[in-house]
């Protein structure tokens, strides 16, 4: 399987970066160029019908060897995350034999042992990292190189039973839109997996609610040497709301099922602020209760500080998708099976998080989440094993295998 290496370094040449503030779809146009890329190199590969669409999603089908088998889905996204540079990747394979990896001398980036637990599994095997300047992009191009190596491995080897397979690469997901234009009724999949999660044998079928919210803090603007009982700061209000929230629900301070209210983005002057959240939580019930406080807190500063001071906008962007994959288990019974036959123990993972499998579950196609293999993702210190890639692309082979009762 040397190959998938190449197909993965190959893939991470491209910037592929999405952007959260662009008002086009795709989000950034270089997406595109990894999606011409990859409906070519599927129709080299003689998958007739790969192709590029309008929206830069690729499609393509492997067809079936055995009749009567329900056609099923892989799925991946071709963008990578906002935080860190996606642009002039530079990985390098590293044999691990234990200890930090100092990914740039030069300026002093260092992958440490003592910070990155997950390194402890990773001795003796060949991992392929950045050098400390950007992200690697295996979220989720380990994922696109897994299902294309997948591909190959079927039109390699046309006597394994199989029924047809449907491939679907997509744009925007880390900034929430992957599923904004996917063709459910195209693709004709009775269901479908992401592979999209982390380290292998993790399977995901819950993730957090999710929702946006944006705070707008009008206050009154006059020269300080005048402003008794007259000056309303919207920077000191924009941080009593925060003060407001419950200080143990963050990030930083939240792990499992817990949910949270991240700050995200904050700016303003006197006159005018603005505070930017994400809200999340696995319970639904839960969520409510979040997204309420946000506008009981308004309403009480909106007392204190008069009308409209204080204008909150909510926007939910997913759900927790496991509402629709419990009536299908079968599909998650499936993997565990799979996953067991070639070594690996299967580990059930809430997602803190979404996948675009979120969404398209709520769009008629049941759509768990499966292990890509990587590390440490949006971040200067990811990583993924060689082995990792293999065995993920094998997971799928087996998948397809076994709908086929082989």
């Known amino acids: 399987m040397q190959k998938i290496v190449e197909r993965f370094l190959k893939y991470v040449s491209f910037d592929t970066q999405s952007s959260e503030v662009s008002q086009t779809f795709p989000s950034t146009l270089k997406q595109k160029e990894l999606a011409a890329y990859l409906a070519g190199e599927l129709q080299a590969m003689g998958l007739a019908d790969a192709h590029m669409d309008e929206y830069g999603y690729v499609y393509a089908t492997i067809p079936a060897t055995r009749e009567g088998v329900p056609a099923i889905g892989f799925i991946a996204h071709m963008d990578t995350a906002t935080e860190m540079p996606g642009a002039n990747v530079k990985p390098r394979i590293v044999k691990y034999e234990g200890g930090d990896i100092v990914l740039n001398e030069a300026q002093g980036i260092v992958m440490r042992a003592q910070e990155f637990e997950c390194l402890a599994a990773e001795v003796g095997k060949d991992l392929i990292v950045t050098d400390g300047t950007t992200l690697l992009g295996a979220d989720n191009k380990a994922g696109v190189a897994e299902i294309v190596t997948m591909a190959q491995h079927f039109i390699d080897h046309p006597e394994l039973p199989h029924g047809e397979i449907h491939i679907a690469f997509t744009p925007d997901e880390e900034v929430g839109g992957g599923p904004a234009h996917f063709d459910v009724a195209g693709f004709q999949s009775q269901f479908a997996y992401t592979v999209d999660g982390g380290e292998v044998g993790s399977i995901n079928f819950e993730n957090f609610n999710a929702c946006r919210a944006e705070v707008k803090v009008r206050g009154v603007a006059i020269h300080p040497g005048s402003s008794k009982n007259k000056m309303k700061n919207a920077c000191l209000m924009a941080m009593e709301f925060n003060g407001m929230l419950p200080a143990g629900e963050i990030p930083a301070l939240t792990e499992g099922y817990e949910g949270f209210s991240h700050l995200t983005n904050m700016q303003?002057?006197?006159?005018?602020?603005?505070?930017?959240?994400?809200?999340?939580?696995?319970?639904?019930?839960?969520?409510?209760?979040?997204?309420?406080?946000?506008?009981?807190?308004?309403?009480?500063?909106?007392?204190?500080?008069?009308?409209?001071?204080?204008?909150?906008?909510?926007?939910?962007?997913?759900?927790?998708?496991?509402?629709?994959?419990?009536?299908?288990?079968?599909?998650?019974?499936?993997?565990?099976?799979?996953?067991?036959?070639?070594?690996?123990?299967?580990?059930?993972?809430?997602?803190?998080?979404?996948?675009d499998g979120c969404r398209l579950s709520f769009m008629g196609l049941p759509c768990p989440n499966l292990c890509s293999g990587g590390h440490n993702a949006h971040g200067r210190y990811e990583y993924i094993s060689i082995q990792s890639l293999e065995m993920c692309a094998q997971i799928l082979i087996r998948i397809a295998l076994k709908v086929a009762g082989a």
Not at 292 to 302: G, H, T
Not at 304 to 322: I, P
Not at 338 to 355: C, D, F, N
């Open 268 to 355: 303003g002057d006197v006159e005018h602020a603005q505070l930017q959240y994400i809200i999340r939580d696995h319970d639904r019930a839960k969520f409510e209760q979040k997204k309420a406080r946000f506008e009981k807190v308004a309403a009480y500063l909106n007392e204190v500080y008069g009308a409209d001071a204080f204008q909150v906008t909510l926007q939910d962007t997913y759900y927790n998708m496991r509402e629709k994959i419990e009536p299908n288990m079968g599909i998650i019974d499936l993997v565990k099976d799979a996953m067991r036959e070639l070594g690996v123990e299967p580990s059930i993972e809430p997602i803190r998080g979404g996948t």
